[in-house]
């Protein structure tokens, strides 16, 4: 009887231990996967990805393939945020067929658009039209599987993504209906962010009656709640809209909104961070104290002459808790003494800024007179070379003046850059150069518009370098339509085929690359330069 119910209960425990191991291991799985997230959220990414790949590997071994592409995904998201593109598309792209699991396929496809989308490099080819038709598959299976919310992301970014490209009806529609599909869900956060790009939208498209009524109606919505994120860019959008109607008091107190609703949201960042420090802090603490715990039940069975050693360990252990929690403490206070130097340390940066650019025009200009005395007795080819260099130092001298003279002006106006330029090449050779200029009022950024200032320069400089005589019927134009501009420079010339080959004409293809250009086009017959841009 008695080996009867010992081989009963032998199959039972044969039976069940596969399940209880089984329940072990998940629990390990969620544990790695779980503490990845933490590690994630307080921006601890070498940590969040070793237990991520730990997680990874218990899937793996385990057969567990929804798991193991769920941590996956997750992996890629912490490459994307850490700007591991290329790494994160490996991982994604070595899961393989996922068509399994629909919803995980979704999130797969979603964030390999995502690192598409901001991994602009020379070795993905086609990245915009990559970028276009895995958002437009992926929009498709969540509609399939009635995916609402993800159905929902996945209009939001793609509809901003083609908004960005030039595509504004098309991304119109699609921020709208991603907008209806967040309110029929209830969740308004992301409804007022995709309002927000719908707002950005209409302000491009110059459709202000229509901006003013989004603006109205998401002010209900985003004031009085905690969505700083949102306010950032919606506070944006509204001081562009009042920058679009030409009201500058407006641009600036909505500006100013915006600059506040960033430092909330930094303040908010900060407190989260330390949240989550202090959770993972006491889950160490409680892990390590049942682990001392158990320990110290063991140690009592075999060893009581052990206590005092154990009560030596807890007070070292509370002393370091101690210092920690002062450190802490210390932190706090030095972190509220710099939060109230802020504004000493914003005036002192704005003096700074103007007293570098003001030191930075007159270090350029001593440089270009350096140069110019020391070209006196050069042969005239080789005084041509100082006199181009000295040019193209002048240009960048002349963008800092204007930085000095005005250091919260972050765009430089186009046409009084060029008039600079223009006005060194009429010193330069003030009997010959005739130029007739037309140029539309277009404010560019400053660390941009140094490119435009060396392109006019190279251009000039070729001019005299090759025109024969006395130069005539310069013709410099720059016409502005909308966010779209047409650069065109013409001085009658005729060049040769090798001309175009030049290190000249190559130096120019190379300044136009650089600020974006498009459309570039050289006719040698008549001297003549066009390209477009954006501003």
Same mark, same amino acid.
């Given at each position: ?59 793996? &071994? !385990?057969?567990?393939? *929804? ?6 995904? =997750?992996?890629?998201?912490?490459? /994307? #945020?850490?700007? %591991? ?114 707002? &950005? !939208?209409?302000?491009? *498209? ?6 003013? =009524?989004?603006?109205?109606?998401? /002010? #209900?919505?985003? %004031? ?312």
């Amino acid at each position: 009887m008695m080996n009867n119910r010992q081989h009963i209960l032998g199959i039972v425990i044969m039976l069940f231990t596969p399940c209880i191991l089984s329940a072990e291991t998940l629990g390990t799985f969620e544990q790695h996967y779980n503490q990845a997230l933490r590690y994630a959220d307080v921006s601890l990414h070498a940590e969040s990805a070793k237990e991520f790949n730990e997680a990874i590997l218990i899937a793996r &071994e !385990n057969n567990w393939r *929804d798991k193991e592409i769920e941590a996956t995904i =997750s992996l890629a998201e912490l490459m /994307r #945020k850490t700007w %591991d593109f290329r790494e994160g598309l490996d991982l994604l792209y070595g899961l393989g067929n996922t068509s399994d699991y629909p919803l995980l396929n979704v999130r797969k496809l979603g964030r390999l658009a995502a690192i598409y989308h901001e991994y602009q490099e020379d070795d993905i080819p086609n990245s915009t039209d990559s970028v276009l038709s895995i958002l437009t598959r992926a929009i498709d299976l969540a509609k399939l599987g009635e995916y609402r919310v993800e159905e929902a992301g996945l209009k939001n970014e793609l509809g901003f993504f083609l908004s960005r490209n030039g595509q504004l009806s098309k991304g119109t529609e699609l921020l709208l209906e991603a907008a209806r599909i967040f309110e029929s869900i209830g969740d308004m956060r992301n409804y007022s962010n995709a309002m927000t790009h719908l707002l &950005e !939208n209409q302000i491009q *498209d110059q459709n202000l009656v229509q901006a003013d =009524s989004i603006i109205k109606h998401l /002010r #209900k919505i985003v %004031d009085g709640h905690d969505w700083f994120s949102n306010e950032i860019d919606f506070y944006n959008q509204i001081a562009s809209y009042h920058r679009a109607k030409g009201d500058s008091m407006g641009y600036l107190v909505w500006d100013h909104e915006a600059a506040k609703s960033f430092v909330k949201y930094n303040n908010t960042v900060h407190n989260d961070r330390m949240a989550s420090f202090r959770v993972l802090h006491d889950t160490k603490k409680f892990q390590e104290k049942a682990q001392f715990s158990e320990q110290l039940a063991q140690q009592r069975k075999l060893q009581l002459e052990q206590e005092t050693e154990r009560t030596r360990l807890l007070a070292i252990f509370l002393s370091i808790l101690g210092l920690l929690i002062l450190g802490v403490i210390g932190l706090l206070i030095r972190e509220r003494n710099l939060k109230a130097k802020v504004d000493i340390a914003n005036e002192k940066y704005h003096m700074l800024l103007v007293e570098s650019n003001h030191r930075i025009k007159n270090n350029l200009q001593m440089i270009i007179s350096m140069l110019e005395y020391a070209s006196k007795d050069l042969s005239d080819r080789d005084g041509r070379a100082f006199k181009r260099m000295s040019s193209k130092i002048h240009t960048i001298s002349a963008l800092h003046k204007h930085l000095y003279l005005d250091v919260h002006n972050e765009n430089v106006e186009l046409s009084t850059y060029f008039s600079e330029i223009i006005k060194l090449y009429e010193e330069i050779s003030p009997d010959n150069l005739q130029l007739e200029k037309h140029i539309d009022s277009i404010d560019i950024k400053s660390e941009r518009i140094v490119y435009f200032g060396l392109i006019l320069n190279e251009m000039l400089a070729n001019t005299i370098e090759h025109g024969n005589g006395k130069i005539n019927g310069i013709e410099l134009l720059v016409n502005r339509n909308e966010d779209l501009c047409l650069f065109q420079y013409k001085d009658g010339s005729s060049w040769d085929e090798s001309s175009q080959q030049g290190t000249g004409a190559s130096l120019i293809k190379q300044l136009v690359k650089r600020v974006g250009g498009s459309q570039f086009k050289l006719d040698s017959t008549i001297g003549q330069y066009q390209f477009k841009f954006h501003v």
